[in-house]
Nanobody, 116 residues
Framework: QVQFVESGGGLVQPGGSLRLSCDAS????????WAWYRQAPGKQREWVAD???????RYADSVKGRFTISRDNAKSALYLQMNNLNPEDTAVYYC??????????WGQGTLVTVSS
């Protein structure tokens, strides 16, 4: 059974940091490229960053230089270090493969709220 469990979100002040984690099960983690996505209130889900099987990384322009994606194949885990957060980063964050696995496998996400 494919399952993604995101964690690490919370309320943080502008300029603060958070580290998100994603535990994946039911998939052979190491063979996939992985990504973080986010969905802000009233907006569509958008891609944030991804990391390939070869550890190459890409970032959306809005987070480049502030966010760092990483993976641990031994733990089947994906991470997102988020620094210098701003209110525009407020969203529910999700992990998934990229391209997204067929079958609409999405976790519950983890809510990040950036507010003073």
């Amino acid at each position: 059974q494919v399952q993604f469990v995101e964690s690490g979100g919370g309320l943080v002040q502008p300029g603060g940091s958070l580290r998100l984690s994603c535990d994946a099960s039911g998939v052979v983690f190491r063979i996939y490229n992985w990504a973080w996505y986010r969905q802000a209130p009233g907006k569509q889900r958008e891609w944030v960053a991804d990391i390939s099987r070869g550890y190459g990384t890409r970032y959306a322009d809005s987070v480049k230089g502030r966010f760092t994606i990483s993976r641990d194949n031994a733990k089947s885990a994906l991470y997102l270090q988020m620094n210098n957060l701003n209110p525009e980063d407020t969203a529910v964050y999700y992990c998934n493969t990229i391209p997204v696995l067929p079958g609409d496998y999405w976790g519950q996400g983890t809510l990040v709220t950036v507010s003073s």
